[in-house]
């Protein structure tokens, strides 16, 4: 059976460096097809500033025309902070002899000791680390040395093995964010190519991040 790719995040909102990157990796490593997974409440971050309901939306917009995409919206659904651990482990038990690929990029894999047990994700999964713009491959402390251990090159591996390496992939480096996406919406400009249009669609009928300091609003400190 093919590897699943499992792609998390804010997605606050989705845009074509998620989409692209997913869409390379699927290709390169011969994916059966790769999970869109939006998070609930995420441990590591501020609250995201569209809700989630609406983030799931634009992520179901974002992937409809694309077979081997498809949306799960676990975590979302599930009550509290959301936990990739729990994700995966719901999944493991669901697919016991499909190889998981949890596809990360660069930064979110220098974050990775900071996630709720950790080094239990690799029991779980292969951890696909996707090459973004600025950040460099941990050489030295507990990602460095884990690297040591568990990274191939060999995109055979990943089919052969259910979990437990580690595969560092160059993909088109699109340097786009959703922070700086929300921002410029916020300004009043189109995110028009930063985004499939089926995203800019729910962007303008919803009306979110626009009309006001989202950023501010997020973090409590506007009055209006
Ligand atoms: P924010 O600016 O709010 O942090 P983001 O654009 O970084 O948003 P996230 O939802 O934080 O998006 O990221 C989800 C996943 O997508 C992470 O693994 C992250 O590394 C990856 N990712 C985000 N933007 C890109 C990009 N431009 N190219 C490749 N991967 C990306
Ligand atoms: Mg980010």
Redesign the pocket.
């Known amino acids: 059976m093919k590897p699943l790719g499992i792609?998390?995040?804010?997605?606050?909102p989705?845009?074509v460096?998620?989409l692209?990157?997913a869409f390379e990796l699927l290709q390169a490593l011969r994916l059966g097809g790769v999970r869109f997974v939006p998070?609930g409440t995420p441990p590591h971050?501020e609250r995201?500033v569209a809700d989630a309901q609406l983030r799931l939306r634009m992520v179901r917009a974002a992937v409809a025309d694309q077979p081997g995409f498809a949306v799960d919206d676990r975590e979302v659904r599930r009550e509290g902070v959301s936990y990739s651990v729990d994700t995966l482990s719901e999944l493991r038990r669901e697919e016991p002899d499909r190889p998981l690929c949890l596809?990360?990029?660069?930064?979110?894999?220098l974050g990775l000791p900071h996630w709720h047990r950790w080094r239990e994700l690799l029991d779980l999964a292969h951890v696909i680390v996707?090459h973004?713009?600025g950040w460099n491959v941990p050489l030295t402390g507990p990602l460095g040395e884990l690297m040591a251990e568990r990274v191939t090159d060999t995109i055979g591996v990943l089919h052969e093995r259910l979990a437990g390496c580690i595969h560092v992939h160059a993909?088109t480096?699109?340097?786009?964010?959703?922070?700086?996406?929300?921002q410029s919406i916020s300004a009043g400009l189109d995110p028009r190519y930063l985004t499939p249009d089926a995203v800019r669609d729910v962007l303008r009928d919803s009306g979110c991040y626009a009309g006001h300091d989202a950023e501010r609003v997020r973090r409590g400190t506007s009055a209006r």
């Open positions: 792609f998390g995040g804010t997605f606050d989705i845009h460096g998620h692209r990157t998070t971050r995201p596809l990360l990029g660069m930064d979110a894999f996707a973004r713009p993909v480096q699109l340097e786009i964010s959703s922070t700086e996406l929300r």
